[in-house]
């Protein structure tokens, strides 16, 4: 991983062939003391888990994508909960064939490169569970 200061105060961090997406995500977090932030980014992911929530069963129904696929679109944020961050990013993916998948990532690891930007937002983020849901949402 490599990490560029931007002018504007965006971080902007490649991502190496081979790191874990999400474990990146907080490993930047962490170092640079990120308590809530926007995230964007592209480039190419394989061996996936992603998920969809199922309202109604309140849980995440998880599938696996094998394989490399172009990242087309990620978005999320980092926000912390119990003083830990967490990324919350959703993808879009892509194959070989021009199929498109999606969903929140779990798990990725990079395949060729991720370039993504992280905008650090003036306050913080925190996240507590709510049990209605059984997700840890958004507090403030």
């Given at each position: 991983m490599k990490i560029w200061d931007l002018k504007?105060?965006?971080?902007?961090?490649r991502v190496d062939r081979g790191e874990e997406m999400m474990e990146t995500s907080r490993a930047v977090a962490?170092?640079?003391r990120i308590e809530g932030a926007r995230v964007?980014?592209?480039?190419?992911?394989?061996?996936?888990t992603l998920g969809y929530f199922d309202?109604?069963?309140?849980?995440?129904?998880?599938?696996?994508?094998?394989g490399s696929w172009e990242l087309l679109s990620l978005s999320g944020n980092l926000s912390l909960r119990e003083g830990e961050?967490?990324?919350?990013?959703?993808?879009?993916?892509?194959?070989?064939?021009?199929?498109?998948?999606g969903?929140?990532?779990?798990?990725?690891?990079?395949?060729?490169?991720?370039?993504?930007?992280?905008?650090?937002l003036p306050s913080s983020l925190h996240r507590e569970m709510d049990p209605e849901v059984n997700l840890p949402l958004l507090d403030r």
């Open positions: 504007d105060g965006r971080l902007l961090v962490r170092e640079r964007t980014g592209i480039g190419a992911l394989r061996d996936m309202v109604d069963r309140k849980e995440y129904l998880r599938g696996e994508l094998s961050p967490i990324p919350h990013i959703h993808v879009m993916v892509g194959d070989a064939d021009l199929n498109v998948r969903g929140h990532l779990f798990s990725g690891t990079v395949s060729v490169t991720g370039e993504i930007f992280i905008d650090p």
